[in-house]
C-alpha cells in the first residue's frame, strides 16, 4: 500500500468512526390498494347500498371522507404532519368521484367511486421490508443485462405488459443502485446483496468496454435484436453484437466514480476491485490527456462532458458544480488506484487552478435551481468528504461549498442529500426525523400514475415557475401524495405523471436507505 492509499483509508476509517446524529426506525403503516368491479362479489354489502355514505370511522377510530376530488384520512393520534393525508388518483382509486365508505377491520378502507371500488389497506412493516418489495421489484421488471433500467408498460398500470428499455443515464441509475447494494452488503453481509452489488458493478465497467474506445463509457446499449431506440447518438460494435450510445453526459461520468468509490470499500472481491481501478484509470487518464474533456468518438468534447477552465469562461454557471465534480473524480481515483498522478493532478486543479474557490461560488453563479444538478453535486460531495483530510480544503472551501447547495436542499428533506450532508457535516444539526419521514413516506406503488394536486386548496404556491416554467408550491407534500420522482426531479411539482404507462425501479428508496442504515442515521430495521 502506498503512502497516500494509508492515508486516504485512515482518513475513510475516521469519518466512518464519526458519531452522527440517529433515528430509531419503527414499524411504520404502508399504502396498498387493490381494484374491484362494482359487481365484485368479494366488496363489502354496505358498498351496494343505494344511500351514499361518504364518510367512515376507521377501526383505528381515523375518519374517512370521499368527494369528488378523492378521500382524505384524518388521524388525531397522528404525528401533525401526518394527521391528514389524501388519496386521489389511480395510485389509489379508479377515479375521484367518491360514493361510499366502509371500514375494514385492519384500519384500512373500501372506496367505491363512480367506476369501481378501491380496497385501500394500512400495513404496518419495517423499512426493511420494504425495502425488500423495491429489490422483488428491481429483478422482475428492471434489471436488463445488469443495468438498472426503466420499464414501460404497454398497457397503463399492467406491470404483465412491461417492456425494460435503454435510458440516457442508465450508467448513473445502475451505479446508484449497486451503490445501495454495496451499502446493504456492509451492513447485513448479506449474500444476495453482494451478488446484486457485483453484477450491477460490472454491467457499470461494460460501459466502458462497449464503446470501443477505452477510457470513455457509454451511456447505455442495447443487444442485437432489442427494441431499437428513438432518439440520441448510438454506434454498432464492429461484431454487430451491440447497439451503445454516446455524446456521454457528466452524470454518467459521476455516477461510475460514486460507485467506484464505494465498491472499492466495501466489496471483498480483489478481482473486481481491480478492474475498477483499472478502469477509474482510464476514464481519469482520458478526461486529463484531452485538456478536461470526455472526447467522444467522434473526436470531440461531448455535450456535458466538459470540466476545463476555458469551458468555465464559456459557462460560468456551471463552473461551481463541474469544478466540484472533477475535483472528487480526481480524488476518488487517487483513493483506489494509488497512483501519484492523481493525487498531484487533484491539488493543481484545487489549489494551482482554482478549482476548490470555484466550487464556493455556487449560489453567485447560479442561474437557476436545477435539481438534476443537486443530484450531480451530491453524490460527487460523498466520496470528496469521505476521502480529503486536509482540514484547510475541508474548511475553507468544500464545507462552505457544500453549505451554498445545503441552502435550497434543505427544505426537500430528500434522506439521500440530508445522510451525505450529516456525514459531511458532522457537527451541524439537521433535521433528520424529516428525511425519515421521507423514507416512510414514499409509496410502495411506484407506477408512474398521472397525479394532479392544483386543485387543492391547502398548498401555498410558488409565485414563481420551475425551470421548465411548470407550476410549483412551496409547500412539500409527502411522497404518497406527488408524483413519483427520482432525486433528480423538482420535489415541490405537485401535478404530473403518465397516466401508468411506466414503473420506476425504486433505487431512490434503496440507496438513502442502505447509506443510513451504513453511515449509522438509521438504527434498526
Known sequence: MTVAQALARAALLLVGTLTLAAVTLTPQPQKFRTFYALDDPRIPAALRQSTAQPRA???????WAGSTHGVTRVDPKAPSRDSTQYFAGKRYLPDNDVRQLAADQAAGMWVRTKTG????????????????????????????????????LRVPGDLSTNQMRDDDNDGLWTSMYAAAECFRYAVTHSPEARANAVRSTEAVLFLEEVAGKRGFPARSYIRKGEPMPDS????????GRYYWKGDTSSDEIVGHFFLYGIATDLLPDPALKKRIAETAARIMDHILDHGY??????????????????????????????????????????????????????????????????ATRYKELREEINYSDEELAMLSFYNLFRYETDRDLLDRYYRPALNGWWENIAREENPLWTFIYAMAQPKVPVDLPSAVRTLYRMP?????????????????????????????????????ERPVMKWNSNPFDI??????????????????????RYLGVLLGE
Open 57 to 63: 370511522v376507521a377501526s383505528d377510530g381515523a375518519v
Open 117 to 152: 371500488v378501491s380496497h385501500i389497506e394500512l400495513r404496518t412493516m419495517t423499512l426493511a421490508a420494504k425495502a425488500a418489495l423495491f429489490e422483488e421489484r428491481i429483478h422482475a421488471r428492471h434489471d436488463r443485462h445488469g443495468l438498472v433500467s426503466p420499464s414501460n
Open 232 to 239: 440520441g447518438e448510438w454506434h454498432w460494435t464492429p461484431d
Open 293 to 358: 474533456y470526455l472526447i467522444d468518438v467522434t473526436g470531440k468534447p461531448t455535450t456535458w462532458g466538459r470540466w476545463s477552465q476555458t469551458y468555465f469562461k464559456q459557462e460560468p454557471g456551471d463552473s461551481a458544480l463541474n469544478s466540484m465534480e472533477l475535483l472528487s473524480f480526481l480524488k476518488t481515483a487517487a483513493h483506489i488506484t494509488g497512483n501519484p498522478r492523481y493525487a498531484q493532478e487533484y491539488r493543481k486543479a484545487a489549489i494551482d487552478l482554482g478549482y476548490a474557490r470555484i
Open 444 to 480: 410502495i406503488d411506484t407506477i408512474e400514475w398521472t397525479v394532479k394536486n392544483s386543485n387543492r386548496e391547502d398548498l401555498i404556491m410558488d409565485p414563481a415557475t420551475d425551470r421548465f416554467q411548470r407550476r410549483q408550491a412551496k409547500t412539500l407534500l409527502p411522497p404518497d
Open 495 to 516: 401535478d404530473g405523471g403518465s397516466d401508468g404507462r411506466g414503473e420506476d425501479d425504486g433505487t431512490a428508496f434503496l440507496l438513502p436507505y442502505w447509506m443510513g
